[in-house]
Nanobody
Framework: QVQLEESGGGSVQPGGSLRLSCTASGFISGNTYIDWYRQAPGQQREFVSR???????TYAESVKGRFFASRDDAKNTVYLQMNSLKPEDTAVYYC???????WGQGTQVTVSS
């Protein structure tokens, strides 16, 4: 069964950092691209980042220079390092495989003083 599972969310003060993990099962994450999305309360789900097989990543303008995606293919896991967090980064974060059409269950990130 193809699945994705996020972890690493939590509460942090503005300016803080968190690292999210997205672990795949039932497929090899290193063979395809993985996206990160987020959804704030009352808002549509929005794209955050994509990391492709080579490790090259692209980012939404709102997170560029603060968020960094990486992958550890030995662990079948993709990471999203989030630095200099802002209150507007508060959302549920999801990872997604477009190729396998699977979403994780999401992990809550709250940035508040």
């Amino acid at each position: 069964q193809v699945q994705l599972e996020e972890s690493g969310g939590g509460s942090v003060q503005p300016g803080g950092s968190l690292r999210l993990s997205c672990t795949a099962s039932g497929f090899i994450s290193g063979n395809t691209y993985i996206d990160w999305y987020r959804q704030a309360p009352g808002q549509q789900r929005e794209f955050v980042s994509r990391i492709i097989q080579s490790g090259f990543a692209t980012y939404a303008e709102s997170v560029k220079g603060r968020f960094f995606a990486s992958r550890d293919d030995a662990k079948n896991t993709v990471y999203l390092q989030m630095n200099s967090l802002k209150p507007e980064d508060t959302a549920v974060y999801y990872c997604n495989s477009g190729f396998y059409r699977v979403w994780g269950q999401g992990t809550q990130v709250t940035v508040s003083s």
